[in-house]
């Protein structure tokens, strides 16, 4: 029999994952909070400043939170601005994939799945900020190993690091995914003395 | 059940190493210079007739920019600190450090040297002319020929001769190292990155090439900060 298309399964699961509204409710909220995260996170000390301001109106310091969004449109080259949105919106999906997953089926999920997703999200965090201006967390790892002339060598000068992540969460999801649309049967271990009849998701 | 454990430490664990990692990232370029404080703009050198001003002395506000000059994103932040400073006559003033980040950008410190040997040779005002004019065509990422440098030098009406012995004596590659060691103190950790000073002395600090909305946001909020 024909192995499906990865994104046919994925398209299938993600059909069946998300036509429940708490599970769309779930990938938004968590896709929204890692979005704003990467936007936010590189100026806690400038909010922290703000916000300890008693003299600012809290109008003011609201806007302050709203223009830093505005900051995926100055503060990323393009490659970088799109891994920003790309990897909190298929980490939303990833995440509320293995929890419908759990749920739905009670079972173990294999550590496959959850070291993609986790080398996905982690390798975006580090990814996440300007490579060409030294400023995001993989410049402070290399320096710590001597090797951030490295990044000259790189095209896309450690953008390419947000596109891993990228395909380390499409991975993660593919193999979620499959296990989300394949039926629930019961495999029949023919060897031994006593045959045990065990759930394969 | 132990393995769902076991997951679910992992995963908190992962979770914890990624924000330590970045908060200690904050701190790791300080760290790398032994003679510098930990990353805080409270240990920043203060402003001084030493620095390049660009606006009245005497404004209440002052912006300490650290900046590289094959960073792209100060390229594209520079035009917005130049109308922050118009809209604002009197009232905010920009100084230019360098904080020229060697590792991805190696022609960026000798070009730091070059806006200091335009200050020597034409003042403050050439300092700022020549910076102009290095940001605008530069095509960032250390895609700039060296050989551009004096082109500039008299484009913005510098001698050119006396720019190029300027340059090659490499003078002021100790002042460029001193805004360097400045920066790491003030908790740079990449470029651009910003310093607000409110008339009373509080500091709000900028990280990257934040919204012309950002910076206004935050010059208005220093500006009702009362000595």
């Known amino acids: ?201 | 059940m132990s393995h769902h454990l076991t997951l679910s430490l992992l995963g908190w664990a992962a979770a914890a190493l990624l924000i330590g990692g970045t908060l200690a990232a904050d701190n790791a370029a300080a760290q790398a210079n032994p003679t510098a404080a930990p990353g805080n703009t409270e240990f920043m050198r203060p402003v001084t007739p030493r620095d390049h001003l660009r606006g009245s002395p005497d404004a209440p506000v002052k912006i300490v920019e650290f900046g590289d000059t094959e960073c792209p994103l100060c390229k594209r932040f520079h035009p917005t600190l130049q109308r922050i400073v118009a809209e604002y006559p009197g009232k905010v003033a920009w100084v230019f450090r360098h904080y020229p980040v060697d590792e991805i950008h190696p022609k960026a410190r000798k070009e730091a040297e070059a806006t200091e040997c335009a200050a020597e040779l034409g003042g403050n005002d050439k300092f700022w002319a020549y910076l102009d004019r290095l940001y605008e065509i530069t095509p960032s990422n250390d895609k700039l020929d060296p050989a551009e440098l004096p082109r500039i030098a008299e484009h913005v009406g510098l001698n050119r001769a006396r720019f190029e012995s300027c340059l090659q004596s490499g003078k002021h590659a100790q002042r460029v190292a001193e805004d360097v060691d400045d920066a790491l103190v003030a908790g740079a950790t990449g470029t651009p990155y910003t310093v607000v000073i409110a008339p009373n002395g509080r500091l709000f600090a900028i990280v990257g090439a934040q919204p012309y909305a950002t910076v206004k946001l935050v010059v208005d909020i220093a500006l009702q900060q009362r000595k």
């Open chain 1, 1 to 201: 029999m024909d192995k499906p298309h990865p994104i046919h399964t994925m398209v299938e699961a993600a059909k069946e994952v998300f036509a429940r509204p708490a599970y769309l409710g779930l990938a938004a909220l968590i896709g929204l909070a890692a979005f704003v995260a990467q936007l936010w996170l590189p100026n806690y000390r400038l909010l922290g400043a703000v916000f300890a301001t008693p003299e600012a109106a809290f109008a003011l310091k609201a806007q302050l939170l709203a223009s830093l969004l505005g900051g995926l449109f100055t503060n990323f080259d393009a490659v970088a601005a799109f891994s920003t949105v790309a990897v909190p919106l298929l980490f939303g999906i990833d995440v509320a994939m293995i929890v419908y997953f759990l749920r739905r089926r009670r079972a173990q999920l294999p550590r496959g799945e959850i070291a993609a997703g986790i080398g996905g999200a982690a390798s975006g965090a580090i990814a996440a900020g300007c490579a060409a201006c030294g400023s995001f967390l993989l410049i402070t790892i290399l320096s710590f190993l001597g090797a951030t002339g490295a990044l000259a060598l790189l095209p896309l000068r450690g953008g390419e690091l947000g596109l891993l992540s990228m395909a380390l969460l499409l991975l993660s999801i593919f193999l979620i995914a499959r296990r989300i649309v394949a039926p629930a049967v019961c495999e029949i271990r023919p060897h031994g003395n006593t045959p045990a009849l065990k759930e394969q998701p």
